[in-house]
Every structure is written in structure tokens, then in C-alpha cells.
């Protein structure tokens, strides 16, 4: 039988009457002859209560005269994993109260080996043996995403959105058919619906385009997935978990020519802050600060992104979705830089995706026209063959979202 993965996010399983609904779309799976496994992450908005709760222990006892203690991420990672690993048990009662056999695994019992960053996990092996063993017996296979084990076996977890990367590496490792992920939206859109009124959907994607968006910021899916998925060709269907089982509105995402030309608007809500990496003092020591920066940010585990450099000044994009501990991350930065390095923030991004992007086809100059209209004067730009990110102001965000898709796409 050919296998396919199915991916629910936490607000496909947010109650008891949500779990047997998406207990009876598996169990539907499993009647068309298909060997199942499903992979769940955490009920509603569990993780961001336990990331809460932890934060609200260690504010207890705040070092006398001191910043707030914050959490260790090592910590976190026992905590959160526990959210997936309720909804998987629950979907696996719901499934054998319907009368079908099925059993539950946590990321490490499914195989899932990281490295070993906490909070911020990359997989990087998936042995899927037990899984495989399930499966040939006929069982559905629940699997807790958003977590793994990493090779000095402590628990970790992939980060915000990574059970969808959990369910695209089981797919790519069992060979799947196809991955399908579960939202409260029907694939993905030019734009995000709950800003852009009447945005585009978009029935067939692109996996770069898709991984494109996905790194500025749209909520459908995790860009660490959509790069399992491109690199293993595994198709992903992306659905909306109410929707009928059959005959439904979905994204279909695949490997793709690069000779689609789409204009599209989203937004990056993970970037923080900006940092301005030279010394006002010594300006001639501004090539070593980066350096020395971007090597403290790596020792910090605080992820980097756009990293724009001209003469003596450096402003680095830091997306601050997965770092809980960001003050301790940037008193540790600026006691190794020496005061060199200046926070800015928070601030947004809106970004414009799309193939032609770069060259001759005037991309650029329309989105500092669009968004000087919007009154959301980019504080820092950066341009590549797919994608033109503007950081603005956060107020200005969802205006500027709405110009650039009216502009690009509408």
C-alpha cells in the first residue's frame, strides 16, 4: 500500500470534538487502502501557555539587583515536547474507539535524530524503523511532531512550525506518496487573509516560491519543510482540516520549472530586530565586529538573517521567533562586542516573492514606490532573485501588506 503523512497543527486538534474529527479523516485514509501516519503537534495554543508558565517560574526569584532570570532552552524543550505528546496519545484513543488499531510514538521513538541546539533543533537523520514495523502490521502511526532526539540523546524540538518539517522528513524517509498538511486555511494565498482583503489562492506552487514565502514570513508552512520537501521531491498538499475529505480546495506544492513569474505580498513577523554591528568609537574595526558578531550570535544560538554591509557599517536581521532568551542573548552579544553593537526594534518585514524579481524588471524601485505611498518608509531593503524584503515599522505592516499585494498580484 502506498503511505501518505498527514500533518494537524494545533488548531485542527484544539478540543476534544476537533481530535475525532481528525480521527475520522485518518481513519477515512485508512479505508481507501493507504498506510497512514499522522503527524500532530500541540493542542490550540499549549505551547505558548507552557513557554508562559516557565517564563512566569523563573521571574520567581530575579537575581537581587539583576536582569530576570529566563528559562534555559534545554529545560523548554523537556517542557513544550510534552504538548505533542498529549495530542498523540488522545488521537490515538480516538482512532481505536472507531475500531482501528493505532499507536502513538514521541519524535525520538519515531526516529527523528537532530543536532544539538535546543529550541531551534535541525534534523538530520531520520531512521523510521519502528514506524515501518507499525505500519506492515497494519497500525496507523500517530507521531508527536516539533520534536526529536538529538545524538548526545537529549530531547530537543525543531522550532516554531516544525511539525510541519517533522511530517516532510517522514515522508521523504518512508518514501510517502505525498505529505499533507492541516490548517484552519484552504493552501496557501497571495497574502495573508486575515490583513489582505480578497487575496489570491494559489491552487498549484512552485516548492522554491513556496520556500521563498515561507522564509518571509507566511504562516502555511514552515520553511525548513518546504526545503526537506524540495530537496526529497515530496509533493505537499496543504488543506484546511474542516474541509470535506474529497473534491476540496487545496495548495499542491511540487518541484517545479523556475519559469513561474508571481507577484506576492507577505509579511515576516519573525524579525526582531536590526542590529547595527560597527563601533561609533573605532569604525575602522567594523569588518572585524561583524565578525565577531555573527561568531557570538552562532555560539548564542540566535538565528541570522539578511545581512546587509556598505563602508563601515553592518546592519544584520535577527528573527527572534525561536529565541526565548533574547535579553540574555543580547547582553551576552554586547559584553563580547564591547558595546559595539546596537539593537534596533522590534521592527516587521514585508516582502514581495516572485520570479524576475532582480535585473532589468523594476521590481525594486516599484516597492519603494509602493511603500513610500503607504507612508512605510523602509528602514533597510534587501533584494534576491526571489524575493525584495523592506524592513518598516511594525504599525506600518499590515498597510504595507496591502499596497504591495494590490500592487504585485491584485
Request: proline letters at 4%.
Amino acid at each position: 500500500m502506498t503511505v501518505i503523512v498527514q500533518k494537524y497543527g494545533g488548531s485542527s486538534v484544539a478540543d476534544v470534538a476537533k481530535i475525532a474529527a481528525v480521527a475520522d479523516r485518518v481513519v477515512a485514509a485508512k479505508r481507501e487502502g493507504h498506510d497512514v501516519v499522522v503527524v500532530v503537534s500541540a493542542m490550540g495554543k499549549t505551547t505558548d501557555e507552557l513557554i508562559g508558565l516557565a517564563r512566569r517560574v523563573a521571574e520567581t526569584s530575579p537575581h537581587e539587583g539583576g536582569p530576570k532570570a529566563e528559562p534555559a532552552r534545554r529545560e523548554l524543550d523537556m517542557l513544550v515536547s510534552t504538548g505533542e505528546r498529549v495530542t498523540m496519545a488522545l488521537l490515538s484513543i480516538a482512532i481505536h474507539a472507531r475500531g482501528h488499531d493505532a499507536i502513538s510514538f514521541t519524535g525520538s521513538q519515531s526516529g527523528i535524530l537532530t543536532n544539538d541546539r535546543h529550541f531551534d533543533a535541525r534534523i538530520i537523520e531520520v531512521r523510521p524503523h519502528r514506524i515501518q514495523d507499525e505500519l506492515a502490521r497494519g497500525r496507523i502511526v500517530i507521531v508527536a511532531g516539533y520534536q526529536g532526539v538529538s545524538y548526545k540523546r537529549e530531547i530537543t524540538t525543531l522550532g516554531r512550525g516544525g511539525s510541519d518539517t517533522t511530517a516532510v522528513a517522514l515522508a521523504a524517509a518512508l518514501g510517502a506518496e505525498r505529505c499533507e498538511i492541516y490548517s484552519d486555511v484552504d493552501g496557501v494565498y497571495s497574502a495573508d487573509p486575515r490583513v489582505v482583503e480578497g487575496p489570491v489562492h494559489l491552487p498549484e506552487m512552485d516548492l522554491a516560491m513556496l520556500g521563498e514565502m515561507a522564509e518571509a514570513g507566511a504562516k502555511v508552512l514552515n520553511a525548513q519543510a518546504v526545503e526537506w520537501a524540495r530537496r526529497s521531491k515530496i509533493a505537499i498538499h496543504a488543506r484546511k482540516t474542516s474541509d470535506p475529505v474529497s473534491g476540496a480546495r487545496e495548495t499542491v506544492a511540487r518541484p517545479g520549472d523556475d519559469d513561474v513569474i508571481a507577484g506576492v505580498a507577505d509579511e515576516n513577523k519573525n524579525v526582531r530586530a536590526i542590529v547595527g554591528a560597527t563601533s561609533v568609537m573605532v569604525a575602522q574595526l567594523a569588518a572585524g565586529n561583524l565578525t565577531l558578531f555573527l561568531a557570538t550570535a552562532a555560539r548564542e544560538e540566535v538565528p541570522v538573517g539578511d545581512v546587509v554591509a556598505f563602508g563601515d557599517d553592518a546592519f544584520v536581521h535577527l528573527p527572534l521567533l525561536n529565541v526565548p532568551d533574547w535579553q540574555r542573548c543580547a547582553r551576552a552579544i554586547d559584553v563580547a562586542l564591547g558595546g559595539a553593537a546596537r539593537f534596533l526594534g522590534p521592527h516587521a518585514v514585508a516582502s514581495v516573492v516572485g520570479y524576475g524579481l532582480t535585473g532589468t524588471s523594476g521590481a525594486l524601485a516599484q516597492v519603494l514606490r509602493v511603500l513610500d505611498g503607504a507612508c512605510a518608509k523602509p528602514l533597510c531593503v534587501a533584494a534576491g532573485p526571489l524575493r525584495i524584503s523592506a524592513t518598516i515599522e511594525e504599525s506600518k505592516l499590515a498597510a504595507a501588506q496591502r499596497a504591495l499585494h494590490a500592487a504585485f498580484v491584485a
